[in-house]
């Protein structure tokens, strides 16, 4: 790829968008004159609202002492010095009604207030009593209407009370030992930072860079296909590579353009609303809401548009890119806008901070950072700045390579339009099967897994009104219906229905003997380094709920060998069938096997839907992944995922062996030596996940989990989606070793194969 | 040889129809110095067979070099030596004539210089001068065939290949058009033309191959296939050929049972 040409591709375009009377005015008269307008309109309407007195009516007004004074001698409303600030007495207005009730309900009085007939006696007498007051707490202005009311009678109690007090001759400070003066350090533009901009300006920059991404997006590729420009483009020297990154960079200029030049604007309508309010309204708390953003929030805000609009820009591309008209291309922003926004929305959530977690999901982590920033938070910030920034560039990246990808497949390019035809499509699927799914098959059938589990995994949990043996019980049955029924069943019926060689797409081939050696060390060898690993995690992450672990308690009970049947043999068999089966079978023809590999490990993490298993479960995918490549064997990876599983049941074991010996008091003897050898941290009662293995031990681990590791990625691959079925019909492929090793993550062992590598799925074309 | 063509085969899947031949099992040559014609109807494989060698297409198998480089394999190498126009390569709406070739011929490399003086020759021969500053938008037919000439010859690429060049013009400029490929074949570049016209084949072609259904049925020099096929008339040979094949196909789907 030459700088030189996507320079020139970039500027063409810019130039091009620029030239388009409709897209300039969308993008710079629009907002200018936008926000203006809607500003004015919201200035008058704000004025109106804030005249409107709310009525309370008072029933029993005679009835009330002459002093303390409640209610101003015109009638109309309370004694003022009843009220925090003077001027709100004019905010509730006294009237008399006869149908009060009714007039209640229909909101045209706010509160009434009924007044006992004896309430001059009661106080004489020290008496407490009930009052009794009438309000609608669904209707907003009833209840403020209510809580001033409550701020007047509150201090008229006040008032009464020191009345009291003169009169017995006490201290005048005789009910009030304390007044509470707070003292708030955070200055007018803090407060309105944190509650108001922190929220929102995260949120209208992503709305903002989203919608400004995409359009253009959608323009510059599905828009030159309608127009019949794009194959002109195609046909010039420039690489497809060339084309996208070209097309980007002009979406992301628009993107940053269009965020940049809407906030502007609304941050000018605001300064001059700000200003005209507080020209109408007394000062008080509403009006620090509405202080503009520091000018180092604008800082940020304009810093942060950069991550946020390469992002967009990224995604926008790659849908456009697979749209074949405009009209297609917009119908992809609304799912788009659908997946962003409860992103975007979850940081206005109290609970959610930035951590290790949030830090690597896309826009949230962003957002997060964003509002840290805003806050004034610059240490938490600062820690967190490249967690949240390298993912987000990572994920750009991902997208533009995606479009790339789309770019590059003739389907995409030259996609025409076509009836849908369910009946035909499904037989063409059952029809043209080829030897192994397809990429589009494996994700398929991922989702099939996810939305079992999500929706019918509920039918699983045991009841609540059962006893312990019961929710055991149901518990374990409920694992092993999931395991069986979710994650293997999918992934068998698709292979076959949908392959010519189910028994190659899941991998159910003999490995050669040493590939079960290499996989059974590395199992038992990488467990101490996952462990420690874990510690580490546990600490950015928020805690696992106390449920989970008891869950846990639950189903290590029982007999040790029916323990590693539910917890380690089970899930060894059924997952890799689903994952490094099927899944990956899939996967590996439609991208390059360490893409593959990657993009099963992601996926493998993300089934076990816990932000504290994920990180490891997505290593250990990788690792089953290499593995089932080399190996073409599924065994090694049942052996592995048999192993790991198993080291979890039997360090508990071994721990509660040694809580017996404790608690009966007998010498554990050589157990107890190995333990003290293996761990480093002394013997306690702690849930088995979490003891600490010694530092030689890790290191010694670690070299050779290091050297056998290299050894695997060497070998060349093996799985029968990458080297075709001919090579595997032999029991054993010794052609394969005769064969160039593939050395590294880069060879593409098609090449090399007996088939012919211009020969495509035909099933690929409909993607 | 500038063009070299084997066996070029592209399959396609549609899901009412199966597997669709598009192009089947096409081998031909094409020298410097000649313009070689396709000949055939609509859907007969000839823009598959033309996208293929301009590279924006996969070949399902078979093998195609120009000028020395294979399609599949040095893919930019072949774009940047040929010269590739047809009804689906538009210009832009929002570009001037002058912009538009300029802006092709940045990215095909010319040096900046030699850039201005090929352009000003251009223009000039094909009297592109008064529209040098019009929009794409607002130009004629013509003037629009006028500028994807430009664009396409810009880089003076050493093979040509021209998917129907004459579609939806009238005739004055339909002559233009055709008396350009003239004398770029007199330049010695090596030109594949296709077309369903007669005229154009006898006016223009020193070998043609007519195309149908995918396969050629019959390739030479216009004396070569009259003297095969004892047929001096273009037109009835054409009309001959396909009407045989049509008669094959037929036969054999009914032998086959539907």
């Known amino acids: ?767 | 040889m500038s063009i070299e063509v084997q066996n070029l085969t592209k399959t396609f899947l549609d899901l009412r129809r199966g597997e669709v031949t598009a192009v089947d099992r096409v081998s031909f040559s094409c020298r410097a110095g000649e313009i070689f014609g396709l000949l055939g109807p609509n859907g007969a494989g000839k823009t598959t067979t033309l996208r293929m060698l301009s590279t924006v297409l996969k070949p399902t198998s078979g093998r195609a070099t120009i000028a020395g480089f294979d399609v599949v394999r040095d893919a930019a190498a072949v774009r940047q030596n040929i010269g590739y126009m047809s009804a689906s390569t538009g210009i832009y709406d929002r570009m001037t004539a002058w912009e538009l070739v300029e802006y092709f011929g940045r990215l095909y490399g010319v040096p900046r210089d030699r850039l201005r003086e090929r352009m000003e020759f251009l223009f000039d021969t094909l009297q592109m001068n008064g529209f040098r500053d019009v929009l794409g938008s607002k130009m004629s037919t013509g003037m629009r065939q006028k500028v994807s000439i430009a664009r396409t010859i810009v880089h003076d690429p050493p093979v040509l290949i021209f998917d129907e060049p004459t579609a939806g013009l009238d005739v004055l400029v339909a002559r233009v058009v055709l008396e350009q490929i003239k004398s770029l074949r007199d330049q010695g570049k090596c030109i594949v033309f296709s077309t369903h016209i007669m005229r154009e084949v006898e006016k223009l072609c020193d070998r043609i191959a007519i195309v149908h259904r995918g396969r050629i049925l019959a390739m030479g020099t216009p004396t070569e296939l009259a003297f095969e096929h004892c047929e001096l008339d273009l037109e009835e040979l054409f009309f001959e050929l396909i009407r045989q094949d049509d008669a094959t196909a037929f036969s054999l789907e009914n032998a086959a049972g539907s």
Request: contains cysteine.
């Open chain 1, 1 to 767: 790829m030459t700088w030189s040409n996507i320079k020139l591709i970039f500027l063409r375009e810019l130039r091009d968008q620029l030239r388009d009377r409709r897209t300039l005015f969308m993008i710079i008269v629009l907002p200018i004159l936008l926000y203006p307008s809607i500003g004015i309109g919201l200035v008058q309407f704000t004025v109106l609202f804030v005249e409107q007195p709310r009525q309370v009516v008072v029933i029993g007004r005679e009835h009330l002492p002459d002093f303390p004074p409640l209610i101003e001698s015109g009638g109309e409303r309370f004694v003022p010095e009843l009220f925090d600030v003077p001027e709100e007495a004019d905010k509730l207005r006294i009237v008399s009604d006869n149908d009060a009730k009714n007039k209640l309900e229909s909101g045209d009085v706010q509160v009434i207030l009924i007044v006992p007939p004896e309430i001059k006696e009661q106080i004489a007498a020290g008496q407490g009593f009930r009052w009794q007051t009438l309000y609608n707490s669904a209707d907003e202005k009833s209840r403020v209407a209510y809580l001033r009311l409550k701020e007047a009678l509150d201090n008229w109690k006040q008032q009464i009370i020191r009345s009291r007090i003169e009169a017995e001759a006490l201290p005048p400070d005789f009910a009030n030992p304390f007044v509470l003066a707070p003292q708030d350090i955070a200055t007018p533009q803090q407060v309105s930072g944190g509650l108001i901009w922190a929220k929102l300006l995260p949120f209208l920059l992503v709305v903002m860079s989203l919608t400004g991404a995409f359009y253009p997006a959608v323009d510059l590729c599905a828009g030159e296909k309608e127009r019949g420009t794009m194959e002109t483009l195609l046909i010039s020297p420039a690489g497809r590579g060339e084309i996208v990154v070209g097309k980007y960079l002009t979406v992301c200029v628009f993107s940053m353009a269009t965020a940049a030049l809407n906030l502007a604007s609304m941050a000018a309508t605001g300064w001059v609303v700000a200003r005209q309010l507080s020209g109408a309204v007394p000062t008080g708390a509403p009006l620090t809401m509405l202080a503009p953003p520091s000018m180092a929030s604008a800082g940020w805000i304009l810093l942060f548009l950069i991550p946020l609009a390469a992002f967009f820009s990224a995604l926008g591309i790659a849908l456009a890119a697979f749209a074949r008209s405009t009209k297609e291309g917009q119908y992809y922003l609304t799912p788009l806008f659908l997946v962003t926004m409860p992103l975007v929305l979850v940081t206005l959530a109290p609970g959610v901070e930035l951590n290790a977690f949030y830090s690597v999901v896309p826009v949230t982590g962003a957002a997060l950072l964003l509002k840290t920033l805003i806050q004034g938070q610059y240490g938490l910030a600062l820690e967190y700045f490249l967690p949240v920034m390298l993912p987000t560039l990572l994920y750009a990246v991902l997208a533009l390579r995606w479009a790339i990808d789309l770019f590059n497949r003739e389907e995409v390019l030259f996609r025409e339009a076509e009836r849908t035809d369910l009946w035909l499509w499904a037989r063409h699927l059952i029809r043209d099967k080829g030897p192994f799914p397809s990429g589009a098959e494996a994700m398929f059938c991922y989702g099939i897994m996810l939305m079992l589990v999500w929706f019918l995994g509920g039918f699983l949990a045991p009841p609540g009104n059962v006893d312990e043996a019961g929710r055991r019980a149901a518990l374990q049955r409920s694992l092993i219906v999931m395991q069986i029924a979710f994650v293997a069943a999918p992934s068998l019926i698709m292979a076959a229905m949908l392959t010519t060689r189910a028994r190659l797409s899941l991998l159910i081939t003999r490995p050669r003997v040493k590939y079960l050696a290499v996989a059974f060390l590395l199992a038992v060898l990488l467990h101490p380094i996952i462990v420690e690993a874990g510690q580490h995690i546990h600490r950015g992450f928020p805690p696992q709920p106390k449920w989970i672990e008891e869950q846990l308690r639950d189903v290590l009970a029982g007999p040790v060998w029916w323990q590693l049947v539910l917890i380690a043999l089970l899930p060894a068999v059924c997952e890799e069938i689903a994952f490094r089966g099927f899944i990956l079978s899939g996967l590996l023809r439609r991208m390059s096997p360490p893409t593959a590999i990657i993009v099963s490990g992601f996926l493998f993490g993300f089934f076990h839907m816990n932000p504290q298993q994920l990180l490891t479960a997505t290593v250990l995918g990788w690792v089953l992944g290499i593995i089932a490549t080399r190996s073409g064997s599924l065994l090694p990876g049942i052996v592995f995922h048999f192993v790991n599983n198993s080291l979890a049941v039997l360090m508990s074991t071994f721990q509660n062996h040694l809580d017996e010996s404790a608690r009966n008091g007998v010498d554990a003897g050589a157990l107890r030596t190995i333990f003290d050898r293996l761990f480093r941290q002394p013997y306690s009662d702690r849930v088995v996940f979490q003891v600490p293995y010694a530092v030689p031990v890790l290191v010694l681990c670690g070299l050779v989990v290091t050297a056998a590791l290299t050894w695997l990625i060497k070998q060349p691959y093996r799985s029968p989606a990458i080297v075709g079925e001919a090579a595997h019909d032999g029991e054993f492929p010794d052609e394969l070793d005769e064969r160039s090793p593939s050395g590294g993550f880069g060879l593409n062992s098609i090449a090399n194969s007996p088939i012919n590598p211009l020969a495509q799925d035909p099933r690929d074309a409909t993607v």
